[in-house]
C-alpha cells in the first residue's frame, strides 16, 4: 500500500466524532485507506447487491443488529441508514463507531447533512498526489505523473493507460451515471465529458459545451453537477473583492486527475502529452488540482482562485487558504525561466498586498531563484509544498 498523507488526521478524526466520512472519486484509495486506518472494523461494502438491499429494506435492522466499530462502503446507495447511525451513535455516545465512505459527494452529503450534521467528521481523499505516487516509484518524473495520474491501481498494477481509463469511464457510466443519465443520451453524455476535457483550464461556458454536445442547456448544467458531484471534474472561482477593478464573474473548468485528463483528450504517450497543444492547459490543471490535494490532505478547506480583470491581467491561482500566508501563482509550462512570467504576479500582489516571496512562478525547469517580483520554483519544488 502506498502511505498516504491523509492517514494521521483520518485516525484523529475518529477520537473526535462518533462518524468518519471520506467521500472521494472512484478508485481513489478510499477503501484500501479506511481498511488500513481501522483495521477492526466490521466491513460492509453496499455495491453488494444482498447488502444494499437489505439496507435499503430495513434501515433500522441493518444499523441496529450490527455492533459499533462498523465501516459502511458506497454508503450513499442506502440514505435511509444515516437517522439510524444517528440514533445508534447518539444511544452509546463514544467517538469513532462508525466510518463510512463514497463516491458520490452530493448524495453521501445530503444523508450526512439531513440526519449527521455535527457528529460526523469529513474527509476527501482525491487521487495520489505527486509526493505521494514518487514514495511507490522515485523515478517518477513530473511529465510521467501528469499522463498518467494519481489513481492508485496504476502503481499496483502496469496496466496500458488507455485500457484503465476505458474501463474507469465504463464503471463510472454504468454506476454513477445510470439512473441519472437516461440511457439514450449515454453517447451524448460520453461526448459531453471529452468537450469538459477540451475546456480544462478555461473559463466556464455552459452555452458552448450544449451546443455541441447537441443538449439543452439545462441538460448540460444538470450533466455538469453530476461530473462535479462524482469527483471527475471541479470549479475554480474567480477572485472577488472591493478592489476598483472589474473582474471576470466566470468559473474555470478543471479536472481531478490529469490522467484522466489526458485520456480524454486522446493524449497517450509522453511524446503526445510534450508536443500536444494542450500542454500548457494540462500543466495548469495539475499545479491547480495538486494545490488542491495539498489542503485536502491536511483536513483544510481550500481557498483557491483565480485572477482576471478586464485588461486581461491574469493569474492562474490564488491560494487563499491560509489567510496570513497568501499566494500567487503563476503556472508556465516551458523550461525556460523569464522574469517577464512574472509581471502579473507583480501587479496584482502589489494590488492585494501580497510580498514577492510569496509570489511564486511555477514552472518546468530546474533552476529555484527569487526575482525582485517572484519566487521562480521548479514544478518538482513546487509539488514538495514544502
Known amino acids: 500500500m502506498i502511505p498516504r498523507i491523509i492517514s494521521p488526521i483520518t485516525q484523529k478524526m475518529a477520537s473526535w466524532f462518533p462518524v468518519v466520512a471520506v467521500t472521494g472519486p472512484r478508485q481513489s484509495g478510499k477503501s484500501t485507506l479506511l481498511k488500513s486506518v481501522f483495521p477492526d472494523y466490521t466491513y460492509l461494502n453496499l455495491e453488494t447487491r444482498n447488502l444494499r438491499t437489505s439496507a435499503q429494506a430495513d434501515p433500522v435492522g441493518f444499523i441496529h443488529s450490527r455492533p459499533a466499530h462498523l465501516f459502511i462502503d458506497e454508503a450513499q446507495y442506502a440514505p435511509d441508514i444515516f437517522a439510524e447511525i444517528q440514533a445508534a451513535s447518539d444511544e452509546r455516545g463514544e467517538m469513532g463507531q462508525y466510518v463510512l465512505s463514497g463516491s458520490q459527494n452530493f448524495l453521501l452529503l445530503h444523508g450526512i447533512d439531513e440526519s449527521l450534521a455535527g457528529r460526523v467528521g469529513l474527509l476527501q481523499l482525491l487521487p495520489l498526489s505527486y509526493a505521494e505516487a514518487t514514495q511507490s516509484d522515485p523515478s517518477l518524473s513530473v511529465d510521467a505523473f501528469m499522463l498518467r495520474g494519481g489513481y492508485p491501481h496504476l502503481y499496483d498494477v502496469a496496466v496500458p493507460l488507455n485500457i484503465y481509463f476505458q474501463s474507469y469511464i465504463s464503471t463510472y457510466i454504468e454506476r454513477d451515471v445510470a439512473g441519472i443519465v437516461s440511457p439514450e443520451n449515454l453517447e451524448q453524455f460520453r461526448t459531453f465529458l471529452r468537450l469538459c476535457a477540451d475546456s480544462a483550464g478555461q473559463l466556464l461556458n455552459v452555452t458552448h459545451l450544449a451546443a455541441e454536445a447537441d443538449v439543452a442547456f439545462k441538460t448540460a448544467r444538470a450533466w455538469l453537477s453530476l461530473l462535479q458531484s462524482s469527483y471527475i471534474v471541479f470549479l475554480l472561482k474567480p477572485y472577488a473583492s472591493n478592489i476598483r477593478k472589474r473582474l471576470t464573474k466566470?468559473?474555470?473548468?478543471?479536472?481531478?486527475?490529469?490522467?484522466?485528463?489526458?485520456?480524454?483528450?486522446?493524449?497517450?504517450?509522453?511524446?503526445?502529452?510534450?508536443?500536444?497543444?494542450?500542454?500548457?492547459?494540462?500543466?495548469?490543471?495539475?499545479?491547480?488540482?495538486?494545490?488542491?490535494?495539498?489542503?485536502?490532505?491536511?483536513?483544510?478547506?481550500?481557498?483557491?482562485?483565480?485572477?482576471?480583470?478586464?485588461?486581461?491581467?491574469?493569474?492562474?491561482?490564488?491560494?487563499?487558504?491560509?489567510?496570513?500566508?497568501?499566494?500567487?501563482?503563476?503556472?508556465?509550462?516551458?523550461?525556460?525561466?523569464?522574469?517577464?512570467?512574472?509581471?502579473?504576479?507583480?501587479?496584482?500582489?502589489?494590488?492585494?498586498?501580497?510580498?514577492?516571496?510569496?509570489?511564486?512562478?511555477?514552472?518546468?525547469?530546474?533552476?529555484?531563484?527569487?526575482?525582485?517580483n517572484a519566487a521562480f520554483t521548479p514544478i518538482t519544488d513546487y509539488l514538495r509544498f514544502e
Open 250 to 372: 466566470t468559473p474555470k473548468l478543471y479536472f481531478h486527475d490529469t490522467g484522466l485528463l489526458c485520456h480524454l483528450l486522446g493524449i497517450d504517450t509522453l511524446e503526445s502529452l510534450l508536443t500536444s497543444p494542450k500542454r500548457g492547459e494540462v500543466f495548469e490543471n495539475l499545479v491547480v488540482e495538486e494545490t488542491l490535494k495539498h489542503h485536502l490532505n491536511a483536513a483544510r478547506t481550500p481557498d483557491l482562485y483565480f485572477y482576471r480583470d478586464s485588461n486581461d491581467v491574469e493569474v492562474d491561482l490564488m491560494d487563499m487558504t491560509i489567510a496570513s500566508a497568501p499566494r500567487l501563482i503563476e503556472v508556465k509550462s516551458g523550461q525556460t525561466a523569464r522574469l517577464g512570467f512574472a509581471k502579473n504576479v507583480a501587479s496584482v500582489g502589489e494590488l492585494l498586498h501580497v510580498p514577492p516571496a510569496q509570489r511564486l512562478v511555477a514552472y518546468r525547469g530546474d533552476e529555484a531563484f527569487q526575482s525582485p
